[in-house]
């Protein structure tokens, strides 16, 4: 089957946005079943950078000059000390434990019952060894459960027939939560409700873009792009450093 390119994907995850559905729209046939099937990225490196570089351009053209605007007019600090960047945070540890949170329960919303509360422990404590160990018996249990799933019985169908229904609805609240959450990397005393929203703008843009991403291929593919994009700014960061003979 011949790929799609890249601009019908983009028309595609728009369509997505404005009505956000559960049905896969992208063909991406892999010889992999099974929970591992939602794990394997699909999605080649080309066109993972390619809606890398979507972003960063959207982030950086577009949306950039109105948050850097209402970030020096709000007196917000953002806590990210530049000069110890946090290359593993940001490209392994919060892809993987962000998606897992706020996106991996868009196809799986009866495991997210008891994953969310798990994970929620697991961002708000940070990269400590007891978190980390926490986040892979998670994993673990997320494979025992699909393994030993014997089929939908007469309750999950009913939950699944009614999540269903309200689909639409969650995906834009999972987006604005995602993007809530980024809050916690500004310190500010005193700010405006609508100066919180700008700010986080950037993150809820992204966080449209990885929930199509995780529904029309898999949480593997969004972790991928999530590592890709968050790689992006630090880089900037550390050659701005360097060449400035700061780094």
């Known amino acids: 089957m011949k790929p799609m390119r890249f601009g019908d994907e983009l028309k595609d995850c728009l369509r997505f946005i404005r009505q956000p559905v559960l049905k896969r729209t992208l063909p991406h046939p892999s010889p992999i079943s099974g929970w591992a099937a939602d794990w394997v990225p699909a999605i080649d490196l080309k066109r993972l950078f390619a809606w890398a570089a979507m ?3 959207i982030n950086i053209a577009a949306l950039g000059p109105l948050v850097l605007a209402v970030f020096e ?19 392994v540890w ?9 996106r991996y329960g868009l196809r799986h919303p009866i ?3 008891w ?4 994970l929620v422990i697991v961002l708000l404590s940070g ?3 007891w978190a980390s160990s926490l986040l892979v018996l998670t994993v673990l249990l997320s494979f025992w459960v699909n393994v030993q799933s014997k089929g939908v019985g007469l309750r999950a169908w009913v939950v699944l027939r009614h999540y269903r229904s309200v689909f639409s609805h969650f995906f834009h609240l999972v987006a604005i939560a995602f993007a809530a959450i980024h809050l ?9 409700g609508w100066m919180m929203v700008v700010l986080v703008l950037p993150q809820w843009v992204t966080g449209l873009v990885l929930g199509w991403m995780r529904v029309t291929r898999n949480i593997g593919s ?18 701005a450093l360097t060449l400035t003979g700061k780094g």
């Open 55 to 57: 972003l960063w351009l």
């Open 73 to 91: 007019l709000s007196g917000a600090k953002h806590r990210i000390d530049v000069h110890n960047l946090p290359w593993i945070q940001a490209i």
């Open 94 to 102: 919060a892809p993987i434990v962000e998606e897992l949170l706020f």
């Open 111 to 113: 495991q997210a019952i």
């Open 115 to 118: 994953m969310v509360p798990m």
């Open 127 to 129: 990269t400590s060894w």
């Open 184 to 192: 916690k990397n500004f310190i500010f005393t005193e700010i405006e």
């Open 222 to 239: 969004a972790m991928l792009l999530h590592g890709m994009f968050n790689a992006g700014p630090l880089t900037v960061a550390w050659l």
